[in-house]
């Protein structure tokens, strides 16, 4: 895997009152950070449930408006059981993604969603996940750990990441978390199944843990390729998501599923029966 060393930055001491992505990680408080949610564009949430026996493709060109509600806002896509969500996940997720799960033993990747996204899973008529194309780039938005020195280490990170040719970047890329907890410290949690077998990648740091704050010397960066083919990077990346909660981040150019945490047990129980 692609490799480099992280630029050292000199993090604050975080506690339950200053901004922070996994301050119950590192000092055993739960943080307020906030929510990014807020910031992100408002969508309008749809109803639209999707039968197995027609399941939407993630094609790029999927249309996620309707003719009626174009000028209003995003419709988004909805899987509304738990047997269809592991169908189409297993038809469509990133297959080096859903291997390394596998090898994982069923170890998931979380995220907390934005108040919208949050609103669409839970509806009011039953929990569905939901397919997100469309989530804005925030790690270099001060805005996002409330925090300009934050902005500068991913902007290093960025700097960094493109000298070596990693395709994966701050810019292009999200965070997400092994740890459930850590995920609903920003919203709720939901795990994550990027689409497509094109435009995904995965970085985390080789020891662990999260990138910001980052507090340690030489923290190496290490990448998935597109185009490995001796399985490694199925390997690295399973352990990695058994990590205690580490971050990693994603590169989804199809856009994600999301599915709420709350369908856990369910949705391993119907992967497994797959496999």
């Known amino acids: 895997a692609l490799a480099f060393t992280a630029p050292f930055s000199h993090a604050p001491t975080i ?33 639209i449930g999707v039968a197995s026996s027609s399941l ?22 909805r899987l509304t059981t738990t047997k269809e969500i592991a169908q189409y996940i297993h038809k469509f997720c990133n297959s080096e993604f859903l291997s390394s799960v596998i090898r994982s033993r069923y170890n998931f990747l979380y995220r907390g969603l934005s108040l919208d996204e949050s609103q669409a899973v839970d509806d009011g008529n039953g ?18 750990y409330q ?12 700097d960094e990441m493109t000298a070596v ?15 459930l907890k850590e995920a609903a410290n920003w919203g709720k949690a939901a795990s994550i199944w990027p689409l497509g077998e094109k435009g995904v990648e995965f970085a985390w740091l080789e020891d662990g843990g999260i990138f910001w704050p980052n507090d340690k010397r030489n923290r190496k960066v290490v990448t998935s390729s597109e185009n490995r083919s001796d399985g490694r990077t199925r390997e690295e990346l399973a352990v990695a998501l058994q990590g205690d909660a ?3 981040m994603f590169r989804a150019d199809n856009g994600f599923v999301a599915v709420p945490a709350e369908l856990d047990d369910e949705l391993r129980t119907y992967l497994t029966e797959m496999q």
Request: with cysteine; charged share 20%; net charge negative.
């Open 246 to 248: 580490w971050e990693i």
């Open 56 to 77: 939407l493709p993630w094609h790029p060109s999927l249309p996620c408006t309707s003719q009626a509600n174009a000028e209003a806002g995003v419709f988004y896509q």
């Open 127 to 144: 929990l569905a996940a939901i397919i997100i194309k469309d989530e804005p780039y925030d790690l270099l938005d001060p805005d996002t």
């Open 147 to 158: 925090s300009h020195e934050a902005a500068t280490y991913f902007q290093s990170l960025e």
């Open 165 to 179: 040719g990693m395709p994966i970047k701050p810019s292009n890329g999200h965070l997400g978390i092994t740890c």
């Open 15 to 47: 506690n339950g009152d200053a901004p922070g992505r996994c301050s119950l990680h590192m000092h055993g408080e739960s943080c307020a950070p906030t929510p990014y949610g807020e910031r992100r564009r408002d969508f309008i949430i749809s109803s």
